[in-house]
């Protein structure tokens, strides 16, 4: 098939310069077919779910602009669902944020319960953070978690019904996949990737992605590079698995048979997507 355009939902490969550790496609595959959503923010900046939703799909209406196709591929399953169903990202503000996060957890929950009585059903009260964001987006918004989570909006959102009309096929290698980790990550450190950590300067979204958060350790001297390549392993294996989780829960999404031969699963997605109607 000809004339698709790639947009990417890796959370990672929007950074610059953060190139092995994301498996990021070569200069002359991205000259070969256009990608999207790569290399838009250098790593020191920080860069939350709610942008990468704004740009997403502008990179979107302007490929349906062109009379292009759409092909959405990646990673993560928030920034996948950020670019096709109504998802809201209420806004943040580092003001009432610091002030938030002096109250202690036990204020933080009774602030959030005197406002909404049932917030724990969709809260975890227990989880500090958690709760310090949803007493930050009441502060800033006077909305409780419970009015956020109604309405025809959120009510969408559950139900898994897109803003757009959509096909998608998902590929899982099952037990194969902490192999797969071992060495996808192995040949990532033998292009390069302890280097490229070195060369880089990580804000405090980009720190945190898995292999580089690591790699990070042995730069400061603080880990061994055999205990960061572990941890990393250990890492980027929960982060396989709480994506399939994630992405398993989707009911659009039809999975494919695994086969261990890239060209012969690209070649069963082409045709699922097809036979959904897909056109290029």
């Not at 256009?34 to 923010?41: E, G, L, N, T």
């Not at 987006?137 to 109604?150: D, F, K, Q």
């Not at 994630?246 to 082409?270: F, G, N």
Request: glycine share 8%; hydrophobic share 40%; aromatic share 4%.
């Amino acid at each position: 098939m000809t004339g698709a355009e790639i947009v990417s939902v890796d959370s990672v490969q929007v950074y610059r310069g953060m190139d092995i550790g994301t498996a990021k496609p070569s200069p002359e595959t991205r000259r070969r077919v256009p990608h999207h959503m790569i290399d838009i923010v250098d790593p020191v900046d920080p860069f939350s779910v709610a942008e990468f939703q704004v740009r997403g799909r502008r990179a979107i209406a302007d490929i349906q602009h062109r009379g292009s196709a759409v092909l959405i591929v990646g990673g993560s399953g928030l920034h996948f669902r950020s670019l096709v169903d109504p998802l809201d990202f209420p806004p943040t503000d580092p003001a009432v944020r610091e002030e938030v996060e002096r109250l202690s957890p036990a204020d933080a929950v009774a602030e959030l319960l005197a406002a909404d009585r049932v917030a724990g059903d969709l809260v975890d009260l227990a989880n500090p953070r958690r709760v310090v964001r949803a007493v930050e987006i009441l502060r800033i918004t006077g909305r409780t978690p419970t009015e956020r989570a109604s309405g025809p909006r959120a009510e969408a959102v559950r139900a898994y019904r897109p803003e757009v009309d959509l096909a998608a096929v998902g590929m899982d290698p099952g037990d194969r996949l902490h192999g797969r980790v071992v060495r996808r990550l192995d040949g990532m450190l033998e292009a390069g990737f302890l280097d490229e950590v070195r060369a880089l300067r990580l804000g405090p979204t980009a720190s945190t992605a898995v292999g580089y958060r690591e790699m990070a350790r042995v730069v400061e001297g603080a880990w061994d590079l055999d205990t960061a390549r572990d941890r990393a392993i250990d890492a980027t294996t929960a982060l396989a698995r709480r994506q399939r989780t994630y992405h398993r829960r989707d009911p659009r999404i039809e999975w494919l048979e695994w086969h261990d031969d890239p060209a012969v699963l690209v070649t069963a997605a082409v045709d699922r997507l097809e036979e959904a109607g897909w056109t290029s």
